[in-house]
T-cell receptor, first 116, second 110 residues
Framework: NAGVTQTPKFQVLKTGQSMTLQCAQD?????MYWYRQDPGMGLRLIYY???????DKGEVPNGYNVSRLNKREFSLRLESAAPSQTSVYFC???????????????FGPGTRLTVL | ELKVEQNPLFLSMQEGKNYTIYCNYS?????LYWYRQDPGKSLESLFV?????AVKQEGRLMASLDTKARLSTLHITAAVHDLSATYFC??????????FGAGTILRVKS
């Protein structure tokens, strides 16, 4: 099993350009997440999807959109990139299904994005 | 709003020494997770703590959870260089979401 995969691994954009980060998992997980990691700030949740067809905002959703294409895939789109979006982006998934289950999340390798 | 604080944020220690990383959080939760991140790499799940008094051990690392004090600890015994990494705690307080601490950068010197 590949676990959680992300593409691309690295990307450089100019201010105003758009791009989509792709994420896929092969663990049959219901929940998927997008985080950004900035130095000294831990991971901050951008958007998450509790199941196919649903998405919700996290802590820092401004400037991003997401699509839960099917159970396996969850993409993150930057419509008009800004230098403040320079970060490392991680996708994660978990088997979380509700209050009776726990939310151990498994992470992809990350995408290192620079916006000039 | 749930806040998760780790301390110290940076820890430089000698091989063979013991030390503890602390994770405090601000609202009630009985589910806490520890992750390890090597430089330039992704996060790897270390421990899942699901109840008050839970204790988990793996090699030289031991994690515990005190939900009444809203505190988890990650204890390192007889540190070795291979333990050098960044360690994150994450608290599950809103069902489907985790809130992460800022991370503790651990450097073990020989």
């Amino acid at each position: 099993n590949a676990g959680v995969t992300q593409t691309p691994k690295f990307q450089v954009l100019k201010t105003g350009q758009s791009m989509t980060l792709q994420c896929a998992q092969d663990m049959n997980h219901n929940s998927m997440y997008w985080y950004r990691q900035d130095p000294g700030m831990g991971l901050r949740l951008i958007y998450y999807s509790a199941s196919e067809g649903t998405t919700d905002k996290g802590e820092v959703p401004n400037g991003y959109n997401v699509s839960r294409l099917n159970k396996r895939e969850f993409s993150l789109r930057l419509e008009s990139a800004a230098p403040s979006q320079t970060s490392v982006y991680f996708c994660a998934s978990s088997a979380y299904m509700g209050d009776s289950s726990y939310n151990e999340q498994f992470f992809g390798p990350g995408t290192r994005l620079t916006v000039l | 709003e749930l806040k998760v604080e780790q301390n110290p944020l940076f820890l430089s220690m000698q091989e063979g020494k013991n030390y503890t990383i602390y994770c405090n959080y601000s609202t009630t939760s009985d589910r806490l997770y520890w992750y390890r991140q090597d430089p330039g790499k992704s996060l790897e799940s270390l421990f899942v703590l699901l109840s008050n008094g839970a204790v988990k051990q793996e090699g030289r690392l031991m994690a515990s959870l005190d939900t009444k004090a809203r505190l988890s600890t990650l204890h390192i015994t007889a540190a070795v260089h291979d333990l050098s990494a960044t360690y994150f705690c994450a608290v599950d307080a809103y069902g489907n979401k985790l809130v992460f601490g800022a991370g503790t950068i651990l450097r073990v010197k020989s």
